[in-house]
């Protein structure tokens, strides 16, 4: 059988597929930010319910759930627990405290929940990664209806939804744009599914990624074009960085104990001895360049972390304020810690909440490291690590979980494959996932 046989083959792979591929519909319907949540929720009642059952059918037992998802669940719990302890001691009350806790199950729970689907429930990376390719299909589709709208000068944001009426970060998370105009400069951009530009850059990248494991050809040359297209109109620096540096930090990350990089490595050490300086100041001039092509948002940006830093250090080191605040004209009225992750973190949780995130990273980087000398699966975790720590700097993470929620199934399918090669006993047959007649991914990656 050919690699175009990857077909939903089960309950979970249908609803994931049909959540990823119905993307446009979702968000033509300003309904994108809910679908997220509640797919989290219908994977995890799934989870329990086979628990249920499991002494009646054993064949839907779910598999046991790996040491690295137990890592992001402790630490997303205390994620909650920083949450609360922070509103008492901050004072904040209880319609604030129950608020910011629904903020949580929308953003920081699904960190730990999709990983837990991927890894236990029967769900095969080839269908997450074949519907990325459907949905790239569909952008490819679209992206010439958006181009003349802004050609047309039609309106850029067509209606807010409703919907916008369950709660979430702000209006933008709910509303339908067609493309935008950037303030600093009047260019334009295009946001595509994402509440904004930069976003929809992580939205490419992510598309890209799903393709560099595609095992069809046809499938993966889509999603790497498309894939680079979004982020090319987003004109995300960051997406674009991304771009470039991804296909060789995975190339080397992921060969490590090979003898010819360790040669390599040895000849490239020898080579920078003698031309660093020249290289250095390469680099320096290319970063001054990265910056400088919107010097605008970069001092914003820079602006927001160095507040948000003095803040945590000075007011609350240990717990965080526990809730973000609007920050003065000089910052463009936008939140303390926004636009970071860690400043966010250290900003509203403190060291504690900086630490319940660095941990499950850490982990996830040393067994996925492992795993990628030996497995396709930990490539893609590997490359699922490198796209959350990478956008991690830029963005924060728990407000983009809704769409990079593919990229944490794929996380959760590279765990199940790292418990099975540490299992001393075979997973049952009943239970086991296997990549049945796809082929395997592309052997470059």
Same mark, same amino acid.
């Given at each position: 059988?050919?690699?175009?046989?990857?077909? +939903?083959?089960?309950?979970?792979?249908?609803?994931?597929?049909? *959540?990823?591929?119905?993307?446009?519909?979702?968000?033509?319907?300003? !309904?994108?930010?809910?679908?997220?949540?509640?797919?989290?929720?219908?994977?995890?009642?799934?989870?329990?319910?086979?628990?249920f059952?499991?002494?009646?059918?054993? !064949?839907l037992?779910?598999?046991?759930?790996?040491?690295?998802?137990?890592?992001?669940?402790?630490?997303?719990?205390?994620?909650?627990?920083?949450?609360?302890?922070a509103?008492?001691?901050?004072?904040?009350?209880?319609?604030?405290?129950l608020?910011?806790?629904?903020?949580?199950?929308?953003?920081?729970?699904?960190?730990?929940?999709?990983? $837990?689907?991927?890894?236990?429930?029967?769900?095969r990376?080839?269908?997450?990664?074949?519907?990325?390719?459907?949905? #790239?299909?569909?952008?490819?589709?679209?992206?010439?209806v958006?181009?003349?709208a802004? &050609?047309?000068?039609? +309106?850029?944001?067509?209606?807010?939804?409703?919907?916008?009426?369950?709660?979430?970060?702000?209006?933008?998370?709910?509303?339908v744009?067609?493309?935008?105009?950037? +303030?600093?400069?009047?260019a334009?951009?295009?946001?595509?599914?994402?509440?904004?530009?930069?976003a929809?850059?992580?939205?490419g990248?992510?598309?890209?990624?799903?393709?560099?494991? @595609?095992?069809?050809?046809?499938?993966?040359?889509?999603?790497?074009?498309?894939?680079?297209?979004?982020?090319?109109?987003?004109?995300?620096r960051? #997406?674009?960085?991304?771009?470039?540096?991804?296909p &060789?930090?995975?190339?080397? $990350?992921?060969?490590?104990?090979? +003898?010819?990089?360790?040669?390599?490595?040895?000849?490239?050490g020898?080579?920078?001895?003698i031309? =660093?300086?020249?290289? $250095?100041?390469?680099?320096?001039? !290319?970063?001054?360049?990265?910056?400088? #092509?919107? !010097?605008?948002?970069?001092?914003?940006?820079?602006?927001? =972390?160095?507040?948000?830093?003095?803040?945590?250090?000075? @007011?609350?080191?240990?717990?965080?304020?526990?809730?973000v605040?609007? =920050?003065?004209?000089h910052? @463009?009225?936008?939140?303390?810690?926004s636009h970071?992750?860690?400043?966010g973190?250290l900003?509203?949780?403190?060291?504690? =909440?900086?630490?319940?995130?660095?941990?499950?990273? #850490?982990?996830?980087?040393?067994?996925?490291?492992?795993?990628?000398?030996? @497995?396709?699966?930990?490539?893609?975790?590997?490359?699922?690590?490198?796209?959350?720590?990478?956008?991690s700097?830029?963005?924060?993470?728990?407000?983009?979980?809704?769409?990079?929620?593919?990229?944490? &199934?794929?996380?959760?399918?590279?765990f199940?494959?790292?418990?099975?090669?540490e299992?001393?006993?075979?997973v049952? *047959?009943?239970?086991?996932?296997?990549?049945?007649?796809?082929?395997?991914?592309?052997?470059?990656?």
């Amino acid at each position: 059988m050919g690699a175009n046989c990857v077909v +939903p083959e089960n309950a979970e792979e249908r609803l994931i597929f049909r *959540a990823i591929i119905g993307g446009w519909i979702f968000y033509g319907l300003g !309904a994108l930010y809910v679908v997220g949540p509640a797919l989290a929720v219908s994977l995890l009642g799934m989870f329990c319910w086979r628990h249920f059952v499991a002494p009646v059918r054993p !064949a839907l037992r779910p598999t046991p759930v790996p040491a690295g998802v137990w890592v992001w669940i402790a630490g997303m719990a205390a994620m909650l627990l920083t949450l609360l302890v922070a509103h008492i001691e901050n004072e904040l009350g209880f319609g604030q405290t129950l608020k910011s806790t629904i903020g949580w199950t929308k953003g920081w729970a699904l960190l730990a929940l999709f990983p $837990l689907a991927g890894a236990c429930l029967r769900i095969r990376y080839q269908v997450v990664i074949r519907a990325m390719g459907w949905f #790239a299909l569909q952008t490819a589709c679209i992206t010439p209806v958006l181009v003349l709208a802004a &050609l047309a000068h039609l +309106p850029s944001r067509l209606f807010v939804s409703p919907l916008q009426a369950v709660g979430g970060p702000g209006p933008e998370f709910f509303a339908v744009y067609l493309y935008i105009v950037d +303030p600093s400069n009047g260019a334009l951009r295009w946001q595509f599914v994402a509440p904004w530009a930069p976003a929809a850059g992580m939205m490419g990248d992510m598309i890209f990624m799903c393709a560099w494991f @595609e095992a069809d050809r046809r499938w993966r040359w889509l999603g790497l074009i498309i894939g680079t297209l979004v982020v090319l109109m987003t004109k995300s620096r960051m #997406a674009l960085l991304f771009l470039v540096v991804f296909p &060789l930090l995975l190339w080397v $990350l992921s060969r490590l104990v090979k +003898p010819r990089l360790l040669t390599m490595s040895a000849v490239g050490g020898a080579l920078f001895g003698i031309v =660093g300086d020249a290289l $250095l100041s390469t680099f320096q001039d !290319a970063v001054a360049a990265f910056k400088g #092509a919107r !010097a605008d948002s970069t001092r914003v940006r820079e602006a927001l =972390g160095r507040i948000a830093v003095e803040r945590w250090q000075s @007011e609350a080191p240990v717990w965080g304020h526990g809730v973000v605040i609007r =920050g003065s004209h000089h910052v @463009e009225f936008m939140p303390i810690g926004s636009h970071h992750t860690w400043f966010g973190l250290l900003y509203v949780k403190g060291a504690v =909440g900086a630490a319940a995130l660095a941990i499950p990273l #850490a982990w996830t980087a040393v067994e996925m490291l492992l795993l990628a000398q030996v @497995e396709i699966a930990g490539r893609i975790g590997l490359s699922v690590l490198i796209m959350l720590v990478f956008y991690s700097f830029g963005e924060n993470l728990e407000i983009l979980a809704y769409l990079a929620w593919p990229a944490l &199934l794929l996380l959760g399918c590279a765990f199940a494959r790292a418990r099975d090669c540490e299992s001393d006993e075979p997973v049952p *047959a009943a239970t086991r996932v296997e990549p049945t007649g796809c082929g395997t991914a592309a052997a470059a990656a």
